[in-house]
């Protein structure tokens, strides 16, 4: 009985978890504008500055053997804040 307890309480926890993320409020049209016209702009510029300082520190991340981990910081976290993060939101719940 303990068993079945468990197993139910794990298979669902996560349909609970996936709807408290949901029912969060959509963000505003002033959001949404502010993001369109300032933020995602600068998150490219960052993006490609990002590249640039990657490629700049390739060799010497290749030598620490940590490129993996450059390539996340410089170009991955920009990329996926300018390019997936939804428009309007800037919570930590980019990827999602």
Do not use: H, Q
Not at 15 to 27: H, Q
């Amino acid at each position: 009985m303990r068993i079945c307890l468990l197993v139910a309480a794990l298979a669902f926890a996560p349909a609970a978890s996936y709807a408290e993320i949901r029912t969060a409020a959509p963000p505003s049209a002033a959001a949404m504008g502010f993001d369109m016209l300032l933020v995602r702009p600068l998150g490219l510029v960052s993006t490609v500055a990002g590249t640039g300082l990657f490629v700049v520190s390739l060799p010497f991340s290749i030598l620490g053997l940590n490129a993996d981990d450059a390539a996340v910081r410089l170009v991955g976290e920009p990329a996926k804040f300018t390019f997936v993060r939804p428009l309007g939101e800037f919570g930590g719940t980019a990827g999602r």
